[in-house]
């Protein structure tokens, strides 16, 4: 048999402490949270919000980072300027190259091509400093195994090998 409540349409003898009419005791607070959950507790939120807006800042200074090494001002930056086939041999290539300091010098691969795009002659050409100026106009000869077709600008780097003279 149930205990009488104040309540004549309600027999609740599991709650005996009156927790689910509002009475305060020892187990009202237990009553709730297995009812409802735990309310979330503010401190870990805010945890939680901090550490995804650092990891969105890391990202986003990655991201810059890359776009600034790839798109962003070059040191060195090399044009083709044209080309003309010599003879069966031969390929006479022209070349601007600007560099932000021009008392570095720099060496660029360049390459002749037949017509089926096969590379058939290389050269690499030392561009001494130049003073003041940044932008210089060069122009090379490569030499060739084949009969040239076109040739281009494969690399510009200010890092001169040893071997190659920088008079």
Partial sequence: MTEPTSDPGR????????????ETGAGSDDHYTDR???????????????LLT?????????????????????????????YSVLDESSVELRIRLTRS?????????????????????RREV?????????????????????PPASAAIYTCTDSVPGYLETE
Avoid: H, N
């Fill in 11 to 22: 027999t609740d003898a599991a709650d005996p402490a009156g927790a689910s009419r509002g």
């Fill in 36 to 50: 409802y959950g735990r309310a979330p507790r503010p401190r870990r939120w805010r945890r939680m919000g901090a």
């Fill in 54 to 82: 650092g990891v969105v800042v890391l990202a986003g200074t990655g991201i810059a980072y890359v776009g600034w090494t790839k798109f962003g001002p070059k040191d060195i930056e090399s044009e083709q300027l044209g």
């Fill in 101 to 121: 300091d021009p008392s570095v010098p720099v060496v660029c691969v360049v390459r002749a091509m037949s017509r089926d795009l096969t590379e058939i002659g």
């Fill in 126 to 146: 030392v561009i001494a400093p130049s003073g003041a100026e940044q932008t210089v106009q060069v122009s090379t000869v490569i030499e060739t195994s084949e």
